[in-house]
């Protein structure tokens, strides 16, 4: 167990944002500890959060964004990975893989450590017929990155990775974490992000037209029985980081 998920679980789990954060942690835990070589976890939340680095808390209009967030619904969650606030509800999907590796330069395993999530994704949904998806920047998407997966250019996955060192050797742990958007439509996580950007006073805005939502390109999937193949294919790749 990490927390109270299942670890190694081939199912969609439905636990709140809380215990989903929660989970990833133990799971990166388990392995610092030394406990397994690999974990993950697929999960989409049966509540809703606007989830950012603690850092934020420290902004001069954070109480009265906090205030004005929790009276809209969306109540705030922290996480240990950086970038801007990222919305998590039942739209959202997320999976947090935990590995056991050696590594030699920190530019070339953050590299792997992002390629190792996010092209099995890719190649998952190419198995799904999404034959444009790839990896890179979303100019105007919320918690943009090098390394998101999107289609059409437009942001679909964002991810995240920590790096610890396993517990009395010279190994790694990897924890390397994408949020897919399943439903709704992009410009209403959007606008919640947003909100809260003009609540702390901050200029930056984010755009609709930079995100997608997995319904927008697969109308018909059924999620439940898609995301074990997502699981395996992730799951059987190599983890050999670069030397």
Known sequence: MAGLLDVSSMTLQHPTVEEGLMAEEALLDMICQGEGEIGWLAWSPSDRALVMPRRHERLAGFPDARARLEEGGWPIQFRSTGGTPVPQSPAVVNLALAVRCRVGGSA????????????????????????????????????DGRFNVRVTGRKLVGTAQRWRRVRGCRDMALLVHGAMQVDDTPAALVAVVNAFQVAIDDPQRFQGASHIALRDVLPDLDLETAIPGLLKRLVAEEDIAPA
């Open 108 to 143: 070339a395993h953050l590299e792997w450590g992002y390629h190792r999530l996010g092209a099995p994704w890719c190649d998952w949904l190419a198995d799904l017929g999404v034959t444009s998806a790839d990896l890179g920047p979303a100019p105007g998407a919320y918690c």
